[in-house]
């Protein structure tokens, strides 16, 4: 079945670039300009409230059912399963840094950039990891059954950032993703 896993890939290259987007904002903070807090919180609570509570619960239930059907993915799988819990906990220090530092308290620059960059990291390994070791395999070996119970983990809910109906508070950030869009595509073409 392919319509589950091409959602999946598609949130993939959605959080691709929301982290490259936070990583531009990071990387102005460590020249010593004022990022844009509000934005990079704004990607933050999204990846966490969508890709922490809606992506990988379903992704989770997906795992389960391929090391069922291939027991040899058991180490993959824990790998993943471990990274899901990093990825929640270092988007939640994150968070915190971000709060902080938009709050004018003082902060090391260094804590708020080795959080970024652990969020980073772990994040875009994972994603690599699943759509070059996991994927391929759930393609292989999932059933329509599977599927189906990876649906019924988390009720269905539009995407409140890339679907049809933004939610309010994503609006600048959807905004700021169709500019970005916009300059790289007539960057391209010089």
Same mark, same amino acid.
């Given at each position: 079945m392919t319509e589950p896993l091409a959602v999946w890939h598609a949130e993939h290259v959605n959080f691709a670039r929301l982290l490259d987007?936070?990583?531009?904002? #990071?990387?102005?903070?460590?020249?010593?300009?004022?990022? *844009?807090? $509000?934005?990079?919180?704004?990607?933050? +609570?999204?990846?966490? *409230?969508? %890709?922490?509570? #809606?992506?990988?619960?379903r992704e989770d239930v997906a795992y389960a059912r391929l090391v069922g059907r291939d027991p040899g993915m058991q180490l993959v799988v824990n790998r993943l399963l471990q990274e899901h819990r990093v990825i929640a906990?270092?988007?939640?220090?994150?968070? *915190?840094?971000? *709060?902080?530092?938009? %709050? $004018? =308290?003082? =902060?090391?620059?260094?804590?708020?950039?080795?959080? &970024?960059? &652990?969020?980073? /990291? +772990? +994040?875009r390994s994972h994603i690599s990891?699943?759509?070059? $070791? #996991?994927?391929p395999r759930a393609a292989q070996l999932l059933t329509q059954d599977d599927w189906a119970e990876v649906?019924?983990? /988390?009720?269905?809910?539009?995407?409140?950032?890339?679907g049809d109906n933004v939610q309010e508070r994503f609006k600048a950030l959807r905004m700021?993703?169709?500019?970005?869009?916009? #300059?790289?595509?007539? $960057?391209s073409t010089y």
């Open positions: 987007l936070l990583e531009e904002h #990071v990387a102005a903070f460590h020249r010593g300009e004022r990022p *844009n807090y $509000d934005l990079m919180s704004t990607i933050l +609570y999204y990846m966490r *409230n969508f %890709g922490d509570r #809606v992506h990988h619960p906990t270092a988007g939640e220090d994150l968070l *915190n840094r971000l *709060n902080e530092a938009e %709050g $004018d =308290i003082m =902060i090391p620059r260094a804590a708020l950039e080795a959080a &970024t960059a &652990t969020y980073l /990291v +772990y +994040y990891a699943e759509e070059r $070791d #996991v994927m649906a019924a983990t /988390v009720p269905a809910s539009p995407d409140p950032l890339f700021q993703i169709a500019h970005e869009a916009r #300059v790289s595509r007539q $960057d």
